[in-house]
């Protein structure tokens, strides 16, 4: 079997190819047949372009707030300019590690109320990379054929070994601080591929936020005045 995103030869692949990928929470549930995956993407995609992506707004804030537990059995956190922050078996609880005496006592006395964080997306490219591989996972989970077809060359390119200049868009929906999965039973992750007039579109949900990348060149955004920021972002990423 060729591999889906370089067309190498998968056969005997080593190693475990999650479509969520485990930093975000994504378990046996969402995790591909071997032989899809050449051990060489997989790590290419877990070093150099899921560990930047989960670390960015918006998906450190949502392993924060949703008590995500790491691959390597570790709570997610997330370094703050005052501390450690740490996530928590209580979904929208988080602890923290203090930076400094001084901080920690001007937290115990109520000098220190609140925390601000950055709302902003720095790396979009490797988050919209990221989404692009969720995308063709989830087609080859359905079908290995149809994901190796044509259709997809250039979302694979993008996607693994984007050429400069190259661009691509995708958009999100959320709000973190409206709401958190609680439900110890639940999957509060999906991924699926929307047919658009032709085009096709991944629609990736990872805890409250959704996510909307094209899987074919021909879909075109439009009506985007209708999406209003923050709770909608849209971008147009260049490699």
Known sequence: MRCIFCGREAKGGR???HIIPESLGGGDWCVLPPGIVCDSCNQYFGSKVEG??????PLNVTRLMNGVIT?????ATLPHYRGLLEAGPMPGVIGLEPATDEIERSILDGRITQFRLIAETRYPALLCR????????????????EALTERYDVAREFARAPRKGSQWWFLYHGDPAAG???????????????????????????????????????????DLQSLPEPEFRYFVVTA
């Open 15 to 17: 190693r475990v190819e």
């Open 180 to 222: 958190f999965n609680t439900a110890a039973d639940t999957k509060p992750m999906s991924s699926g591929i929307l047919d658009c007039g032709g085009g096709e579109v991944a629609h990736i949900e990872i805890f409250d936020f959704a996510f909307f990348v094209p899987m074919t060149s021909n879909v075109i955004p439009d």
């Open 71 to 75: 691959k390597k059995g570790k709570w």
């Open 52 to 57: 930047v992506a989960t670390a960015d707004y």
């Open 130 to 145: 990221m989404l692009l591989k969720i995308g063709i996972e989830t087609i080859a989970y359905d079908n290995v054929t």
